[in-house]
């Protein structure tokens, strides 16, 4: 099974809840199971890789590994490409050979995920911003800032690649869709981040979660009963806190709400209270 979603979208939550969830629902998933092993040759994040082999090869594995234990083996993938490099054809092609069934998840708050962006000091070709303190003074803790809890980060977005960084993330799930779709995997749902993590800081959210994980876990292949999974997340409720307002977030919010308020979603974006 495997779980196509980009970083900074909440991966590393929803594949803790997944991992739990299905648990609960009597499908054993591998213990090993890492969402970084369909990005790495590192040994650590990928037990099954080896040195010289490819990363189709250490999913082959992998699954085997797991279908001996009689567990599932739950991966990550980031990026699909019909077209990709000849290593990516090679993995998707071993995923495909395997009858890997995908879920895709993402953000509905594109803003949340370029402040993570930001914050964590993602680097590609898109010009997003800089990490800095509560002071304005630029910060390089980057990703380590998740490990420090009293660490108070914020993003300093530049406000003329605003749009532009919030339009490309928002054609990521359909990119996928079209991606799982030409290269025929099976299941292909799109899933939204908020949906699934709802009920954590809100009963009210229950059915709204509860809708989603059906809708999560069918692309998967798993039925589950909905009552089942209610009760389950309702286990949870009150575990995590509901979003922040974006003060706490972005440092230049003044310029960042006044870029907003000529775009289309832009009012749906911003948090001004928690």
């Known amino acids: 099974r495997m779980i196509v979603q980009r970083g900074c979208t909440g991966s590393t939550v929803v594949m803790d809840i997944a991992v739990d969830l299905m648990g609960k629902l009597g499908i054993d998933i591998f213990p ?12 650590e994040k ?21 279908s001996q234990a009689n567990q599932v083996l739950l991966m990550n993938g ?33 803003l949340d995920t370029l402040v993570c962006e930001v914050r964590d000091c993602f680097e590609d070709d898109l010009p997003r911003g800089y990490p800095v303190d509560q002071n304005g003074k630029r910060d390089d803790t980057c990703f380590d800032r998740r490990r420090d809890t009293g660490l108070r980060t914020k993003a300093f977005i530049y406000p003329e690649h605003l749009i532009e960084n919030l339009e490309y993330a928002k054609g990521y799930p359909e990119e996928m869709l079209t991606a799982t779709t ?11 981040f908020e949906d699934l993590t709802s ?17 999560f876990l069918s692309s ?28 706490e977030t972005i440092y230049n919010l003044g310029s960042i709400q006044s870029m907003l308020v000529s775009y289309l979603e832009g009012s749906s974006l911003l948090r001004l209270q928690g």
């Open 199 to 215: 009920h954590e800081y809100s009963a009210e959210n229950l059915d709204r979660s509860t809708d989603a994980w059906i809708e």
């Open 78 to 110: 980031y990026k699909l490409k019909p077209h990709g490099s000849a290593a990516q054809v090679e993995l998707q092609n071993a995923l495909l050979e395997l009858n890997t069934r995908t879920v895709i998840v993402h953000r509905k708050n594109t």
């Open 220 to 247: 998967l292949g798993v039925s589950a009963d909905q009552q089942v999974v209610y009760g389950i997340l309702k286990e949870a409720v009150g575990t995590y806190h509901a979003p922040e307002p974006h003060s």
């Open 32 to 43: 090993t199971s890492s969402k970084e092993m369909l990005r790495t040759g590192n040994p």
């Open 182 to 192: 030409a290269l025929g995997f099976e299941g292909r749902a799109i899933v939204y």
């Open 46 to 66: 990928n037990p099954w890789y080896k040195l010289g082999g490819t990363l189709g090869d250490a999913v082959r594995a992998g699954v085997e590994e797991a």
